[in-house]
């Protein structure tokens, strides 16, 4: 694939090589389906309250399951529209979200991702994060450093809050986490240059890693949301953690990504 070729030639093993195209692929096949549905009338059905899944949703956690299980066969696998809550958190896992942003999606918002990681021992292995509609494939392996479209990518420098812009988002079940959630947008809203509210956290984290951003924080994500973004940061020179500063884990649901300069004072904003 020709805008691998940097990204594959950094990854430090075969293996990971491998790994990495077979997401790559599996994540432009998804991208390509939900491009196709975006511009025609969707079928909704309501998950929750406010919480839907599309015709595009299903059609690509299809897509994304077939193409790994051809390229990278006997990997099990944790994605979002099938999961029946249980998993082997130390086995080796593709970890998917056929599409981040469903809500921006079903509004004609053009703002959403494919996003496939891969876990191993608790840990990212490897990720992809795909925007169809800017066709940007944003990847990374551990050790391989992060990339945007084959271009090595890295966190921004921003030294100070007020130079920052930041990104956050609302759970589903928000009435469960509101005062949290306004009590941490009210603490960090006068300290940073802006908040955007993207909706898609996976999309949020890529930005991150690009430098678009230089912060993100969210509660209550699942570990399809941050698998793929969690290892981009981090190889994109970034610090990911819990609201604490602890280890992260995609199974906590608390995130706080940013440059490694800023995430004690993003630590201390969202406090
Ligand atoms: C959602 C998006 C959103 C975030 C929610 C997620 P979905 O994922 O990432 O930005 O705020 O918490 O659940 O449902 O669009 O895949
Ligand atoms: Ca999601
Ligand atoms: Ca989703």
């Not at 009590?183 to 898609?200: C, E, N, W, Y």
Request: aromatic share 8%; charged share 20%; net charge negative.
């Amino acid at each position: 694939m020709n805008r691998l070729t940097n990204t594959l030639k950094a990854a430090p093993s075969r293996e990971l090589q491998t790994l990495l195209l077979a997401a790559a692929r599996a994540a432009l096949t998804a991208g390509t389906i939900i491009r196709e549905l975006y511009a025609k009338p969707h079928t909704i059905r309501m998950k929750g309250e406010i919480d839907l899944v599309t015709e595009a949703d299903l059609a690509a956690e299809t897509a994304i399951i077939a193409s790994l299980d051809e390229d990278a066969p006997g990997i099990a696998v944790m994605a979002e529209e099938s999961y029946q809550g249980l998993m082997d958190k130390d086995e080796r896992t593709w970890i998917i979200d056929p599409l981040d942003g469903t809500t921006n999606f079903a509004h004609g918002i053009p703002i959403f991702a494919v996003s496939i990681g891969l876990l191993d021992g608790g840990k990212p292995l490897a990720g992809v994060t795909y925007c169809p509609l800017q066709d940007e494939l944003f990847c990374a392996t551990r050790g391989g450093g992060a990339w945007l479209n084959d271009h090595r990518i890295q966190v921004t420098r921003t030294e100070f809050l007020v130079q920052a812009l930041v990104a956050t988002g609302f759970p589903y079940d928000i009435r469960k986490h509101l005062d949290q959630v306004i009590g941490q947008t009210r603490s960090v809203l006068p300290k940073v240059r802006d908040i955007r509210r993207m909706g898609a956290a996976a999309v949020d984290l890529a930005y991150v890693a690009c430098g678009r951003l230089d912060g993100f924080w969210e509660t209550a994500l699942k570990p399809w949301d941050t698998t793929a973004g969690w290892l981009l940061v981090e190889e994109a020179g970034g610090t990911v953690t819990d609201f604490n500063g602890q280890q992260y884990s995609p199974f906590k649901g608390e995130i706080l990504a940013s440059n490694t300069t800023l995430h004690p004072l993003l630590i201390e904003a969202v406090a």
